[in-house]
């Protein structure tokens, strides 16, 4: 993988890391989920496992309901996997809650745009 591939490839999950935030922080659970590929899969601890598109946006509109909000990343990282796939990881703040993102499998597809493969997360208070 060259230099130049794996600049693309930061960058488009650097965009679509900002893509999700940004859905979630108007409180639009659709647009969240749209971030995820159609069989992605999402570990939230305590919460539980979903899988699928629709489970996920489900439990997405769940937590905004419950007046979730404000979302923020800190000291995001991200790891270049291959030529087509990287791993963010960070810890993270809302107005309610907080945690840890150990796994965001960020995937290129086929038409150039990132989507989340896999979700794992855990909320600690």
């Given at each position: 993988?060259?230099?130049k591939q794996n600049e693309i490839l930061t960058t488009a999950v650097w965009e679509g890391s900002n893509r999700w935030?940004?859905?979630?922080?108007l409180?639009?659970?659709?647009?969240?989920a749209a971030c995820y590929e159609e069989t992605a899969t999402m570990n939230a601890k305590p919460f539980g496992s979903f899988s699928g598109r629709a489970d996920i946006e489900a439990f997405w509109g769940n937590i905004?309901?419950?007046?979730f909000s404000d979302v923020a990343?800190?000291?995001?990282?991200i790891e270049v996997i291959d030529d087509k796939s990287?791993?963010?990881?960070?810890?993270w703040r809302m107005n309610?809650?907080?945690?840890?993102i150990t796994k965001e499998l960020w995937?290129?597809?086929d038409d150039g745009v990132v989507l989340l493969r896999e979700d794992d997360f855990e909320v600690l208070g």
């Open positions: 993988m060259t230099d935030q940004s859905a979630f922080n409180g639009d659970a659709a647009g969240c905004m309901a419950d007046g990343y800190i000291e995001p990282k990287a791993i963010l990881s960070a810890t309610k809650a907080h945690g840890v995937v290129l597809q």
